[in-house]
């Protein structure tokens, strides 16, 4: 018998399948980036930000309506999204479930409408959209199931079609992007929407098999981030960790939200509370949760609650690291450092980024509201330092080894007590999922200064005066930034062609902000070929970060050899700690 409708429960089942999918073919993804560097992340970013949408869906239990299933999907995907391929899959969810959010059931007609919506949402998201990448292959996608909609007899060779299509799409992506086709592949997050789109027509066709919770763990760092001393003297004012949702039977206005939050930080911080119509999810740390239980039951009955004591978490987290044993359990919540374990300890500035500056180490009572509040995405403990002495409030460790979810950012922006937050991305690759937590922050005043480098980053931070507006802040740091040039020096993972250059698996890579610089076999002389094409006569700066796999010597030599051949200009070096990469050079 021909399927002609979809429920709730087939579409839930798709969407599952979709997960499934993608998650079984990340690693394949990954290998596709065009940069044949070690931390090739789109089919993980994909996976992370579809799977936040399954487990979303499956807390919905086995009683839920289309509507409900809609904001599962699109909160989940939402708040999970990671990297720019995270982020637009997200959109694309986004535009798709709100085009069939408002029925029961749902045709070729309705798939096609919410095809074009999801399309063309995922495209506004996007400041300057470009052909051959997942963009294209939704946009196939959307036009082929209009076409095609009409004259449909059933879904299974309906959505057949359209997979079929958009894997014809997907292998035209490198004749619209000259550098897949050097690299010979096709775009990798085209690839990573042609799986989820092929997990769900198996489901459609009966031949997925069964979703896998277990499937939905991981997600952290690679790196973890974790400083060792900052857990250990970190204080926990606040003892459990209380997760809940209310199904709202009664009026929750905006007034009434603004004062359950007023409740909530009267007893306690770290508070998250989104609204989403009928339901508010609410994260919240409390030495009485049953006090938080208490005022959100005059509102409707609860459900998904959940207590975790964090000072047992903290002794474990302290004996793990003793031990050498470090695991994180909850990325959301451990990758997420302050300065002096608390994000409004106060911390000296130090304004020419020295890791000598003397740190204040002491815990105290987090003081009234301030006016600027700081973000930084970062990793490598050396270039926490840096941004800490900066005044960073609040670090993020990822960067290129792991892209941090919007979650990440939402999470980061509610442990500071300021007005106004500025968010470093410090990655290209980051900057649409902190723009997205932007959008879903409604009580702080979020700037997204869109740094593409960490040099970038502290350039930025170091032109921020207090004095200004944070308009007039945003713009002097954005002048700043555009000053800086930088690159970064790693290994190739594979054999590839790229900017007219043959790349070996092994050989190390100078890096530019658009392309490779430099390529050989030794890192201080690709690192001096790389340095020496980023220095116009303009400069007069040069910055070198060392990773964690050089040792100070070694980059005390290479600062020699570079300060020989320009004897004009000024060097600085430090320890950035960062991995994978074995320097990260600017230049201004």
Known sequence: MSVTTLDAKAVAGMLLAGASELNSQKDRINELN?????????????????????????????DYDMKSLCKAISMGSLRGARGNSGVILSQLLRGLTKEINEHETIDAKIIASAFNKACETAYKAVMKPKEGTILTVAKGVAEKAGQTCDTADDLESFIGGIVEHADAVLQTT????????????????????????????????????????????????????????????????YGYCTE????????????????????????????????MDEIVKVHVHTNHPGLAFEKALTFGSLTSMKIDNMREEHSERLFKLDEGKYVEKDPSELNLTGPAGTADAPVPVSRNGSKEAEKDTTIEEPGPRKKDGFIAVSVG???????????????????????????????????????????????????????QASELSDDKNVIVIPT??????????????????????????????????????????????????????????????????????????????????LITDDDSLVSIYYGEDVEPKSAEKLMKKLSKRYPDLEFEIHRGGQPIYYYIISVE
Do not use: H, W
């Not at 775009?187 to 031949?207: H, I, P």
């Not at 050396?382 to 960067?399: K, M, P, R, W």
């Open 452 to 533: 593409r480098t960490v040099p970038q980053g502290i350039a930025a931070l170091i032109n921020y005066m207090p004095d200004l507006s944070p308009d007039e802040n945003a713009k002097s740091m954005q002048e700043a930034m555009a000053n800086v040039r930088s690159g970064e020096v790693t290994y190739s993972v594979r054999d590839t062609m790229i900017d007219d250059k043959e790349i070996k698996s092994g050989d190390i890579m100078g890096i530019g902000e658009q392309s490779i610089l430099a390529v050989g076999k030794d890192v201080d002389k690709v690192t001096i070929e790389m340095t020496q094409s």
């Open 34 to 62: 065009v940069f044949p560097v070690p931390d090739g992340d789109t089919g993980t970013n994909m996976t992370l930000t579809i799977m936040s949408a399954a487990k979303e869906v499956l807390a919905l239990g086995d």
């Open 174 to 237: 490198p004749d619209l992007l000259p550098v897949l086709k050097q690299a010979g592949v096709v775009d990798s997050g085209g690839q990573g929407l042609l799986a989820v789109l092929t997990g769900a027509y198996n489901a459609l066709l009966g031949k997925a098999g069964k979703f896998d919770p277990d499937s939905l763990s991981g997600g952290g760092s690679k790196e973890g981030g974790i400083n060792r001393d900052a857990v250990a003297n970190a204080e926990i004012k």
């Open 244 to 275: 809940f949702i209310i199904l709202l039977d009664r009026v929750f206005n905006a007034k009434n939200e603004k004062d359950f939050k007023a409740y909530l930080e009267s007893i306690g911080d770290s508070i998250v509370c989104v609204a």
């Open 381 to 435: 403990d050396g270039l926490d330092e840096i941004f800490t002495d900066l005044g960073v409030d609040v670090i993020i460790s990822g960067g290129q080894t792991m892209n941090p979810s919007t979650e990440d950012m939402i999470n980061a922006i509610e442990k500071i007590n300021a007005d106004n937050i500025f968010i470093y991305p410090n990655n290209k690759n980051i900057i649409l999922a902190a723009n």
